[in-house]
């Protein structure tokens, strides 16, 4: 399984980016897929994600209400898109995906993913 995420980049605050992670070796579709950050000197954190059957999107509180994760069967490729951008939002953002069966939950934990995107670094301006 690869993960290749891209659409990083500087925006200034209030802003928007759409983060993209595209994937080979699994269908997006079939599998629990997440987006979690880490800023210079935290720890990863949850950002957003999707259950496996797509029925179930969710998100950390900070980014509810300006963030969407969605998937793209055709082009196999999962989406982050980031609205009304803040400062707080500066990070590497990583994509990553689990196999099984785990819950929205779970989902929400970093060291449950065993496969992970390279990262694509966001700056904010304020």
């Known amino acids: 399984v690869q993960l290749q995420a891209s659409g990083g980049g500087l925006v200034r605050t209030g802003g928007y980016l759409r983060l993209s992670c595209a994937a080979s070796g699994r269908n997006v579709s079939d599998y629990r897929m997440g987006w979690f950050r880490q800023a210079p000197g935290r720890e990863r954190e949850f950002v957003a994600g999707?259950?496996?059957?797509?029925?179930?999107?969710y998100s950390t509180d900070s980014v509810k209400g300006r963030s969407s994760i969605s998937r793209d069967s055709a082009k196999n490729t999962l989406y982050l898109q980031m609205n009304k951008m803040e400062p707080e939002d500066t990070a590497v953002y990583y994509c990553?995906?689990?196999?099984?069966?785990?819950?929205?939950?779970?989902?929400?934990?970093?060291?449950?993913?065993?496969?992970w995107g390279q990262g694509t670094l966001v700056t904010v301006s304020s």
């Open positions: 990553a995906t689990v196999s099984g069966y785990t819950s929205d939950t779970v989902g929400r934990i970093a060291n449950v993913y065993p496969f």
């Open positions: 999707i259950s496996r059957d797509g029925g179930t999107t």
